[in-house]
């Protein structure tokens, strides 16, 4: 049988969390061959971080589709594909948002819909999408109930011998199960035309270890000075959210949003640089300090840029800490802070993809069999 290449368009893009997942996928499994044929995304800083970071196989820029409600999946210039990948926007389902669905202001709670409309026309065989738990809730019932109507009427089943069986296979992964120490719940969902194979499962083998957030923090000398608060910032946070010190054995993770301090050792969710929720509580002993220590040699501080990308998957796990697989464009701070809050955590999407094509290599021969 001939292999074919399997052909992925990337929506929602950000910084492309699929198209690295799919390079360490194709590095593991040489054999594997795939190709983006366009991605769509409307944050210029979102599309010039994916163009310093992805390229086609000759060097070019990929093509951006920008604003995927404008998309005509019916003009000629607009690829045919295998595989659809998108983490539609999760603000209007998210706890972080104002979790309004399909009725959010902006707009952002129907943008799955033109996934479904592009779907219905180009007829991918497979659809991979993302989300924040919240979609799972009771509030937005009739908005999964939609998504799997839409699916059914444009042939993605679950089980050819049961049509009534939902054709979206979902699960919740939290990132800290895959080896990364981010508490990062997200629900993942998964369809493939003409019905899954039997007993799919959307949930891979657990790969927990021993690394903690400590062992994705910078080296010392590395985090910015500018990042580390002042004593009368630590003094004002302690009694904002009624919390006595910060003196702690090792580094740990200062949850603002709940007020307290997570013990257990873990980042909590890396999140949109605006709801300011996450801080580095350093011990005092850890590392030798490069700004004037507070008062009380309690340090606390922002998350540095290259610490969130780690935290988002973007380093092998064999020296944590130290290598950053991107290319962050000279963009600042705060831009490269929504990047990694909008983005895929890319070892649990390499886990992921992996799972699902093991899977799928006895009925999807032409493109899985390696």
């Avoid at 198209?19 to 991605?39: C, D, P, T, W």
């Avoid at 992805?54 to 005509?72: M, P, Q, T, V, Y």
């Avoid at 295998?82 to 948002?97: I, K, L, V």
């Amino acid at each position: 049988m001939k292999k074919k290449v399997l052909k992925v368009f990337e929506g929602f893009a950000g910084y492309g969390g699929g198209s690295f997942a799919l390079k360490r996928v194709k590095e593991k499994h040489q054999k594997f061959n795939y190709e983006i044929v366009g991605f769509s995304e409307i944050d210029k800083y979102a599309v010039e971080l994916y163009n310093a970071n992805h390229r086609d196989a000759k060097g070019g820029l990929l093509k951006n589709f920008s604003d995927i409600a404008l998309i005509d999946p019916n003009d000629k210039e607009f690829p045919d594909f295998d595989m659809f990948t998108g983490g539609f926007p999760c603000q209007p389902f998210s706890t972080a948002g104002m979790q309004k669905g399909v009725d959010d202001p902006y707009g952002r709670g129907t943008l799955f819909q033109h996934i479904m409309r592009i779907c219905s026309v180009k007829k991918p065989r497979y659809i991979l999408m993302e989300n924040v738990k919240g979609l799972l809730s009771h509030k937005f019932d009739e908005t999964r109930r939609q998504m799997i109507e839409m699916l059914r009427e444009m042939g993605y089943v679950a089980n050819k011998d049961d049509p009534n069986e939902s054709p979206l296979a979902m699960a919740v992964l939290n990132s800290k199960d895959y080896g990364i120490a981010q508490n990062r719940e997200r629900v993942w969902m998964f369809a493939r035309l003409g019905g899954l194979p039997k007993g799919f499962s959307m949930v891979p083998p657990l790969k927990r270890n021993n690394l903690k957030l400590v062992d994705f923090l910078d080296p010392d000398g590395y985090v910015p000075k500018e990042l580390y608060l002042s004593y009368e910032q630590i003094e004002h946070l302690k009694v904002k959210h009624g919390i006595p010190d910060f003196h702690v054995k090792t580094a740990l993770c200062l949850d603002i949003y709940n007020k307290k301090i997570k013990t257990d050792g873990y980042s909590i969710t890396i999140t949109l640089p605006e709801h300011n929720s996450l801080r580095v509580i350093e011990a005092h002993d850890d590392r030798e300090v490069v700004i004037e220590p507070s008062r009380n040699k309690e340090i606390v501080r922002k998350m540095s840029v290259t610490e969130q990308f780690r935290l988002m998957g973007l380093e092998g796990l064999q020296g944590v800490g130290r290598k950053i697989d991107i290319d962050f464009a000279s963009q600042s701070y705060n831009q490269l802070s929504k990047r990694a809050g909008n983005g895929w955590d890319v070892n649990l999407v390499t886990i992921l993809m992996e799972h699902i094509f093991k899977q799928l290599k006895d009925i999807d021969k032409d493109l899985f069999n390696y």
